[in-house]
Every structure is written in structure tokens, then in C-alpha cells.
């Protein structure tokens, strides 16, 4: 690997007459034996320009001073100054094609194009491949890298059909490589609109193919046949998937009329045969690799012959602050318009700035368009609409393009709103991925980053993120605990959660993403987890005894249904209640004493409200405040738990005032419908929603500076009710930071949640 140390040494064996001295000798002997491949002639690299037939014959050439200089570089570099690290990222690129590495990964956010041009120049036998043919227009107009003999500019797809012709070639760069993977998938998928056919032939088929199940990669040929399907596409998967049953899958996708869809899960075979092999060295470019494993597993790369390049993203956490609020799930387009007050406050905010808003969906895009009445905005329909952004004052582009390969830095946009998460458009592929490689949150996690890097260009620049879909908090959220592919320098930008993983307080109160607790609630497992059960007694303590219709087993638990269809639970023994109001209060003194600062000489209850207006009434966590409050008369407090602080009961200052869907109820779990028939899921409350649903009662409390407010719930899955009653209490006059959540339970999350 190059070092910045050796640079001079090098370039003074290059620019003037040196002896070859043992120690050079000995440096030689070191490169080779780190080589990671055989080519060891081929790699040493020829600083002028040779004939195709003396590199076929593999010359070598001995000289140290024929190896490529920074001067070289320089000359070969496109523009007359470089960026930061473009110049040492080069000079290792350098080093690892003459090391003998057979494919080099640069994951960095800089110039990637200026660098790729610079290789090309220098070794004058390159293809280049980009995401698609706007981005690949680019590369002939900006460095004028026309087709032939030397150059062959093309893109991810169209590359097969044109490399078939080419000879090999020193080089293949293939950019914007983390969207490598989908596009060459889908250049080999095969769609069969099964509307094109007649219903009596599809139906003679000897297995019903809209079947859901998985099936072997044999039917689905022998359904080819079935149809008589027989053109050059056709005949190209057929062959492949007779050469490599094993790397392919088919499944029945119902919208657009329904069709069947042929696609490889694996790709290494198909790289290697049509398009890898078409180069000595191939380098794979992207801001965005994230996870250098998995990137060259799914490509099917040998990691022992891969070098690593990587340089941080010029992205700074004090310029790009991300606001994140899980505002609502945005699957539904109808979702949007309980987004659009918070879209209408964020271009008030900014309304002397450019911004854009990413929709993802064209219906996304037309409620925007329809709902919001505001002349600023633009929407994305072609590159005329892009060239007429860059030239306005204060516009928003509306756009459910992901503008891949688009820079827009500083005053081009200064902020943007994600509306939608991004996803693959077919995701069917990854319930086949191996379980262990999180290849779909892999997926997700580029997409989103890729977004962020849009309006970052450099380390001086800035551009606010408001993040609107739930379902980002959701991928954020899991990314931290599970998988670890979003970037610190991200993780480092969001303002409203803290990421800092999962920290320990004291002996048993720990703190994640912001909220402090007790115990791990296992919600698939609590049958077998005593105080996941107990908890589930606690939160109906006092409840009254009502007849109910049926039962359901969920989860492994025994769910109790009244005749209103209300969930209903065994009554909580008062050892229960008890026990949790003592936990409870040993954990108010552990944060009084070692978290709330000193100035703080009182501490305000609060309860989070239960879902429905009825059961928010004789919520159990209020009555808990109400014990420790009676605790606190008694001077209990403080003799038997050792909180000094005043105790102060505000459990029924945020009270809800209109219904909405059980968290518990939503999504994980199935809600009562008709126990005879069916069951029937709710989605789960969206922020917005809580804190529409939720008043805050008026209180001069909340503006006194020696007052700490701790919102305590019984079980935090998401906190997404508990982040509503924060911004309410903010929005009444409390201080931010005098802001505490507390859960005596925080949902355990598993991989498929």
C-alpha cells in the first residue's frame, strides 16, 4: 500500500539517475511478494504509450523508472488543480494495479469521474461504465473520451451487447459501481406478461404459476417452453440458467396485469463470462460502498485479490443537520397529506433557499402537486426542468427521480425533504438472499446515504435533511443495532435521536436511541419471559372485569377479546404492580443522581397517554406517579431510594383527546375482527397522528428551569409517542434539554422486524 512518506522516494527514482542498490532490490522483492495475482509482467506499468501487441506478449519491463509517476498523474489529470485526496487516492490506484491486485474498490465521494478519466489517460487501453447513458454522455462531453481503440465509454447494461465486439482491454472502471448488482440483474431479467397470453393456455400448464410458493428453476423453463417463448433474450436466460441453474429464481409479480419474472441471485458467473473478463484489472468506483464484503460477495469477487481504497466523505455534521420524525408511514400515497403542514413550515422556513423534495413515487410527486399551492415549486420531468432549478433563485424541485450522479452543491440547494423511503423498485429477490448477509438492508442503506450525499459536495458546503417517513426512523433504527452500514459521519447529523448505540447507565438502566430503561421485552417470546409477562399484567392493573366473545393465541400469548372487541388482559396482582412501582422509583433516583445536573431540584412526572381516550382515563401509569408521589409525602423518596429531588405528579398533563390505533395492536400482531372469520391488522400510530391526539394541559411548570420533565411509559417499541410528547412539552415552553423518556420496557428488535 502507498504511503505518503515514500512519495518522495519514488519520485526521486523516477526523475533522476539512480543506481539500483540492494535495498531497492529488497523493496522490489516486498511488492512482489504482496501481489495478490500473477501479474507480475503485466503490472508493471509502461509510462508511454505501446503497442496492444507488446502488452498481449506480456514485455516486461524491469526499470523502476518505468513506473508511473505523480508527474505522470498530473499530466494526465484532467483539470488544473486536484481536490482533496484526489491526488493520493491516484497515486494508490497506482501502486495496487502495479502490486498486481486484480480488482481495486474506491469507495469515496470525491472527483470519482476526473479519476477515472485520469487512468484512462494514462494507460490508454480503459473501458469505462457509468449508471446509465445520461451519466455516460458526461464522461464524452466533459473529458472527451470518445469511443476507440484507446476508450470505450458505455454504461452498466449496454455493455454486453458492445463488449462482445471489443478486444480486452488494461483496464475496466466500472462508476456509480454500488448500482452495479441491480442493473446487471436487470439486464438479465425476463418478464412474461401472462396478460399476452390466452388464460386456457396458461392454465395447461401441469402447476398453477401465480402460485406464491417457491419453485424450482426447472419449472420455470419448462413454462417457456410451455408458451413457445423464442427470441434472442429468451435464448440468452435459458442458456445461463442451463449452464447455472443454482444462480437463478422466478416468481409471479400480480401488478401490471401480472407477470412472471426470471432473474439471476447470483451474479459472479455472469460477470465473469460476459464482462469481467474483458479487462486485466477491473475497478469498481462508488461513494457508497458501505460494506466491502458484501459488495464483493454479491459481485462474486475473490476478496483476496481486492484492494481497498477508501477515503471519508466530505461531509460535515455541523452544516448538515438531519431532522428526523417518524412523521407517518408513507407506503400509502394517501399519506401525504398528513405530511403537508410540515412541508408547508419547512419552505416557509426556507423560503430564500433552494431545496428539493424527494418523492420516489410519481403519486407521491402529484399529491405534492395538487395539495401544496406554492409557486416555488418545480416538478422533475426531464433535464430541461433540472437545467432551469439550477438557474433559479429559491426553487424546490419535486422529484421521484433519486438524481444519481447529480451534484447540487451549496446555494443549488441548501435544503432537502425526504418523503419517501427509496427502495428497490422488485425486492422479491431478497426474501432468496442469504439471511446472514442483510443483503436488502445493505440495499437500503446506500439508498439512503446516496440521497444525503446529494447536496454535500464538500467539507465547506450545507444542506438540511427533514426525513418524513416512518419507515427511515425504522431502517436508521435497526441499522445501529443490527447491521452498521449507515456511515458515523451520518449518524453523527441526526439532531433528533441519539445514535450512540446502547449504553449502560447503572447496574440495570440502560439507554437506546434516546430513551432510558429498565428491561428487554420480548413481544414474539413473552410466554417464555416471566417479566415480559408481568409487564403485560401491569399495563390493566385495576382494569375492570368485562364478559368477552373469544380468544386468540398471539405471539405466544393468550390474548383476551371483549364483546366491544377491545383487547382485554388478566387482571395485574398488586405484587406486580408493586414490584414495577419500586423499579420504577429506583430508577428516578439513579437519574436524579447520575444524569439530571444538580441545578435541577425537581423532577416532573409525566405520563405517556394510552391510546384510546377511555383507557387514558385509568392509564396504570398514572397511578404508578401517584404511588411515588404518596412515596414522596412519606419522605419515602428519599430514606428508602435516595432522590433528594422534589417529586412532582404530572401525570395528567398530556392527555389524549381522540383515539388512535393500538402500537401493540399494529402491524406485529393481529387486532380482533371477527374471531370466527377473520383477524384484521391496523397500521401503527404515525407521530403525527399522537401528537394531534394528544393536549397538553396548560402549566406554569413548564417553564421553570429547575423543573426536569421524565415522560414514562411501560414499553417503548419505536418511541415514536414518546418523541410526540417531547415536542409537545417543547411546544408548551419546556426546555429540550431538561427532556428525559423513560421506559420500564424497550422492545427487543429482531432481524425481520
Same mark, same amino acid.
Request: glycine share 4%; aromatic share 10%; with cysteine.
Given at each position: 500500500?502507498?504511503?505518503?512518506n515514500q #512519495?518522495? @522516494?519514488?519520485?526521486?527514482?523516477?526523475?533522476?539517475?539512480?543506481?539500483?542498490?540492494?535495498k531497492?532490490?529488497? +523493496?522490489?522483492?516486498?511488492?512482489?511478494?504482496?501481489?495478490?495475482?500473477?501479474?507480475?509482467?503485466?503490472?508493471?506499468?509502461i509510462?508511454t *504509450?505501446?503497442? &496492444?501487441s507488446i502488452?498481449?506478449?506480456?514485455?516486461?519491463?524491469?526499470?523502476?523508472?518505468d513506473?508511473?509517476?505523480q508527474?505522470t498523474?498530473?499530466?494526465?489529470?484532467?483539470?488544473?488543480?486536484? %481536490?482533496?485526496?484526489? %491526488?493520493?487516492?491516484?497515486?494508490?490506484m497506482?501502486?495496487?494495479?502495479e502490486?498486481?491486485?486484480?480488482?481495486?474498490?474506491?469507495?469515496?465521494g470525491?472527483?470519482?469521474?476526473?479519476?477515472?478519466?485520469?487512468?484512462?489517460n494514462?494507460?490508454?487501453s480503459s473501458?469505462?461504465?457509468?449508471? !446509465?447513458?445520461?451519466?455516460?454522455?458526461?464522461?464524452?462531453?466533459?473529458?472527451?473520451?470518445?469511443?476507440?481503440?484507446?476508450?470505450?465509454?458505455s454504461?452498466h447494461s449496454?455493455?454486453f451487447?458492445e463488449?462482445?465486439?471489443?478486444d480486452?482491454?488494461?483496464?475496466?472502471?466500472?462508476? #456509480?459501481? $454500488?448500482?452495479?448488482?441491480e442493473?446487471?440483474?436487470?439486464f438479465?431479467?425476463?418478464? @412474461?406478461?401472462?396478460?399476452?397470453?390466452?388464460?386456457e393456455?396458461?392454465?395447461?400448464?401441469?402447476?398453477?404459476? &401465480?402460485?406464491?410458493?417457491?419453485k424450482?428453476?426447472?419449472?420455470?423453463?419448462d413454462?417457456?417452453?410451455?408458451?413457445?417463448?423464442?427470441? *434472442?433474450?429468451?435464448?440468452?436466460?435459458?442458456?445461463?440458467?442451463? *449452464?447455472?441453474?443454482?444462480d437463478?429464481?422466478?416468481?409471479y #409479480?400480480?401488478?401490471?396485469g401480472g407477470?412472471?419474472?426470471?432473474?439471476? %441471485?447470483n451474479?459472479e458467473?455472469? =460477470?465473469?463470462?460476459?464482462?469481467?473478463?474483458?479487462?486485466?484489472?477491473?475497478?469498481f468506483?462508488?461513494s457508497?460502498?458501505?460494506?466491502?464484503e458484501i459488495f464483493?460477495?454479491e459481485l462474486g469477487l475473490?476478496?483476496? +485479490?481486492?484492494?481497498?481504497?477508501?477515503?471519508?466523505?466530505?461531509?460535515?455534521?455541523?452544516?448538515?443537520?438531519?431532522?428526523?420524525?417518524n412523521?407517518a #408511514?408513507?407506503?400509502?400515497?394517501?399519506?401525504?397529506?398528513?405530511?403537508?403542514?410540515?412541508?408547508e413550515? @419547512?419552505?416557509e422556513? $426556507?423560503?430564500? +433557499?433552494?431545496?428539493?423534495i424527494?418523492t420516489?413515487?410519481p403519486?407521491?410527486?402529484?399529491?405534492?402537486?395538487?395539495q401544496?399551492?406554492?409557486?416555488? =415549486?418545480?416538478?422533475?420531468?426531464?433535464?430541461?426542468?433540472?437545467?432551469?432549478?439550477?438557474?433559479?433563485?429559491?426553487?424546490v424541485?419535486v422529484s421521484?427521480? &433519486?438524481?444519481?450522479?447529480?451534484?447540487?452543491?451549496?446555494?443549488?440547494c441548501?435544503?432537502?425533504?425526504i418523503?419517501?423511503?427509496?427502495?428497490?423498485?422488485?425486492?422479491?429477490?431478497?426474501?432468496?438472499?442469504?439471511?446472514?448477509?442483510?443483503?436488502?438492508?445493505?440495499?437500503?442503506?446506500?439508498?439512503f446515504?446516496?440521497?444525503?450525499?446529494?447536496?454535500?459536495?464538500s467539507?465547506?458546503?450545507?444542506?438540511?435533511?427533514y426525513?418524513l417517513?416512518?419507515?427511515i426512523?425504522?431502517?436508521?433504527?435497526?441499522?445501529?443495532?443490527?447491521?452498521?452500514?449507515?456511515?458515523?459521519?451520518?449518524?453523527?447529523?441526526?439532531e433528533?435521536?441519539?445514535?450512540?448505540?446502547?449504553?449502560?447507565i447503572?447496574?440495570?438502566?440502560?439507554?437506546?436511541?434516546?430513551?432510558?430503561?429498565?428491561?428487554d421485552?420480548?413481544?414474539k417470546?413473552?410466554?417464555?419471559?416471566?417479566?415480559?409477562?408481568?409487564?403485560?399484567?401491569?399495563k390493566?392493573?385495576g382494569a375492570?372485569?368485562?364478559d368477552?366473545?373469544g380468544?386468540?393465541?398471539?405471539?405466544?400469548?393468550?390474548?383476551?377479546?371483549?364483546?366491544?372487541?377491545?383487547?382485554?388482559?388478566?387482571?395485574?396482582?398488586?405484587?406486580?404492580f408493586d414490584?414495577?412501582?419500586?423499579?420504577?422509583m429506583?430508577?428516578?433516583?439513579?437519574?436524579?443522581n447520575?444524569?439530571?445536573? !444538580?441545578?435541577?431540584?425537581?423532577?416532573a412526572?409525566?405520563?405517556?397517554?394510552?391510546?384510546?381516550?377511555?383507557?387514558?382515563?385509568?392509564a396504570?401509569m398514572r397511578k404508578?406517579i401517584k404511588?411515588i408521589?404518596?412515596?414522596?409525602d412519606?419522605?419515602?423518596?428519599e430514606t428508602e431510594?435516595?432522590c433528594?429531588k422534589?417529586?412532582?405528579?404530572?401525570?395528567?398533563?398530556?392527555?389524549?383527546?381522540?383515539d388512535?390505533n393500538?402500537?401493540?395492536?399494529?402491524?406485529?400482531?393481529?387486532?380482533?375482527y371477527?374471531?370466527?372469520?377473520?383477524?384484521?391488522y391496523?397500521?401503527?400510530?404515525?407521530?403525527?397522528?399522537?401528537?394531534?391526539?394528544?393536549?397538553?394541559?396548560?402549566?406554569? @411548570?413548564?417553564?421553570?428551569d429547575?423543573?426536569?420533565?421524565?415522560i414514562l411509559?411501560?414499553?417503548s417499541?419505536?418511541?415514536?409517542?414518546m418523541?410526540?410528547?417531547?415536542?409537545i412539552?417543547?411546544d408548551n415552553?419546556?426546555?429540550?434539554? !431538561?427532556?428525559?423518556?423513560?421506559? %420500564?420496557?424497550k422492545?427487543?428488535?429482531?432481524n425481520?422486524?
Amino acid at each position: 500500500m502507498f504511503r505518503q512518506n515514500q #512519495d518522495m @522516494i519514488r519520485s526521486n527514482y523516477i526523475c533522476e539517475s539512480y543506481d539500483k542498490s540492494d535495498k531497492c532490490e529488497i +523493496e522490489k522483492q516486498e511488492i512482489n511478494k504482496e501481489a495478490k495475482t500473477d501479474f507480475s509482467s503485466e503490472s508493471q506499468i509502461i509510462k508511454t *504509450e505501446q503497442s &496492444r501487441s507488446i502488452v498481449e506478449k506480456e514485455s516486461k519491463v524491469n526499470s523502476e523508472t518505468d513506473k508511473i509517476s505523480q508527474e505522470t498523474i498530473k499530466e494526465n489529470f484532467p483539470f488544473p488543480t486536484f %481536490l482533496k485526496d484526489q %491526488l493520493e487516492i491516484l497515486t494508490e490506484m497506482v501502486d495496487a494495479i502495479e502490486e498486481g491486485y486484480k480488482y481495486i474498490i474506491l469507495e469515496s465521494g470525491v472527483g470519482k469521474s476526473a479519476i477515472a478519466a485520469t487512468l484512462a489517460n494514462i494507460y490508454k487501453s480503459s473501458f469505462i461504465l457509468s449508471d !446509465n447513458e445520461k451519466l455516460q454522455e458526461k464522461y464524452h462531453e466533459e473529458y472527451d473520451l470518445i469511443n476507440n481503440d484507446k476508450f470505450h465509454v458505455s454504461n452498466h447494461s449496454d455493455a454486453f451487447n458492445e463488449f462482445e465486439k471489443l478486444d480486452k482491454r488494461k483496464l475496466l472502471i466500472v462508476d #456509480d459501481a $454500488h448500482k452495479f448488482d441491480e442493473n446487471i440483474a436487470d439486464f438479465f431479467s425476463y418478464k @412474461i406478461h401472462l396478460s399476452a397470453f390466452d388464460d386456457e393456455l396458461i392454465d395447461s400448464f401441469y402447476c398453477d404459476v &401465480r402460485n406464491k410458493e417457491k419453485k424450482e428453476i426447472d419449472v420455470g423453463l419448462d413454462f417457456i417452453n410451455h408458451l413457445s417463448l423464442d427470441d *434472442e433474450m429468451v435464448n440468452l436466460i435459458k442458456y445461463n440458467i442451463e *449452464e447455472n441453474p443454482d444462480d437463478w429464481i422466478w416468481f409471479y #409479480d400480480k401488478y401490471y396485469g401480472g407477470m412472471i419474472i426470471f432473474k439471476p %441471485l447470483n451474479l459472479e458467473n455472469i =460477470l465473469k463470462k460476459y464482462l469481467l473478463n474483458k479487462a486485466e484489472i477491473c475497478i469498481f468506483m462508488s461513494s457508497t460502498i458501505l460494506n466491502k464484503e458484501i459488495f464483493a460477495d454479491e459481485l462474486g469477487l475473490d476478496i483476496s +485479490e481486492v484492494k481497498f481504497i477508501h477515503k471519508d466523505f466530505p461531509f460535515s455534521s455541523d452544516t448538515n443537520q438531519i431532522y428526523l420524525r417518524n412523521c407517518a #408511514d408513507m407506503k400509502n400515497f394517501k399519506k401525504v397529506k398528513l405530511v403537508i403542514p410540515f412541508i408547508e413550515d @419547512i419552505l416557509e422556513k $426556507h423560503k430564500n +433557499e433552494k431545496g428539493i423534495i424527494h418523492t420516489d413515487k410519481p403519486e407521491y410527486t402529484s399529491c405534492i402537486e395538487n395539495q401544496i399551492n406554492n409557486p416555488r =415549486l418545480m416538478i422533475h420531468i426531464d433535464d430541461d426542468d433540472l437545467k432551469e432549478f439550477k438557474n433559479s433563485s429559491n426553487s424546490v424541485l419535486v422529484s421521484e427521480d &433519486r438524481v444519481e450522479g447529480m451534484d447540487f452543491p451549496k446555494d443549488s440547494c441548501r435544503f432537502q425533504i425526504i418523503l419517501r423511503q427509496h427502495l428497490i423498485p422488485n425486492d422479491e429477490i431478497a426474501k432468496y438472499k442469504d439471511n446472514e448477509s442483510n443483503w436488502y438492508s445493505y440495499k437500503k442503506a446506500i439508498y439512503f446515504v446516496q440521497l444525503l450525499q446529494r447536496a454535500a459536495r464538500s467539507e465547506d458546503d450545507g444542506c438540511i435533511t427533514y426525513i418524513l417517513d416512518e419507515r427511515i426512523l425504522t431502517t436508521i433504527r435497526k441499522d445501529i443495532m443490527d447491521y452498521h452500514f449507515i456511515p458515523d459521519y451520518i449518524l453523527d447529523s441526526i439532531e433528533d435521536m441519539d445514535v450512540g448505540g446502547c449504553e449502560l447507565i447503572s447496574d440495570n438502566i440502560k439507554k437506546q436511541l434516546g430513551v432510558y430503561y429498565l428491561f428487554d421485552y420480548y413481544s414474539k417470546n413473552h410466554k417464555e419471559d416471566e417479566l415480559s409477562n408481568k409487564v403485560l399484567h401491569y399495563k390493566s392493573y385495576g382494569a375492570d372485569k368485562t364478559d368477552y366473545t373469544g380468544q386468540i393465541d398471539c405471539s405466544g400469548g393468550v390474548i383476551n377479546f371483549g364483546s366491544d372487541g377491545q383487547m382485554l388482559r388478566k387482571l395485574c396482582p398488586d405484587d406486580d404492580f408493586d414490584y414495577f412501582n419500586n423499579e420504577l422509583m429506583k430508577a428516578i433516583s439513579v437519574l436524579s443522581n447520575q444524569v439530571i445536573p !444538580n441545578n435541577i431540584s425537581k423532577l416532573a412526572l409525566v405520563s405517556v397517554p394510552s391510546s384510546t381516550v377511555e383507557r387514558d382515563a385509568g392509564a396504570t401509569m398514572r397511578k404508578s406517579i401517584k404511588c411515588i408521589e404518596n412515596w414522596y409525602d412519606e419522605g419515602k423518596t428519599e430514606t428508602e431510594f435516595g432522590c433528594k429531588k422534589e417529586i412532582i405528579n404530572c401525570g395528567n398533563l398530556l392527555t389524549r383527546i381522540s383515539d388512535v390505533n393500538t402500537s401493540h395492536l399494529s402491524k406485529t400482531q393481529p387486532m380482533f375482527y371477527d374471531v370466527t372469520t377473520s383477524y384484521k391488522y391496523k397500521s401503527r400510530p404515525s407521530y403525527i397522528e399522537h401528537k394531534n391526539s394528544i393536549e397538553c394541559s396548560k402549566s406554569e @411548570i413548564l417553564e421553570r428551569d429547575d423543573v426536569a420533565f421524565i415522560i414514562l411509559d411501560d414499553i417503548s417499541t419505536r418511541g415514536t409517542v414518546m418523541d410526540a410528547c417531547e415536542d409537545i412539552l417543547i411546544d408548551n415552553g419546556a426546555n429540550k434539554e !431538561n427532556i428525559y423518556k423513560f421506559a %420500564l420496557f424497550k422492545t427487543k428488535w429482531c432481524n425481520n422486524d
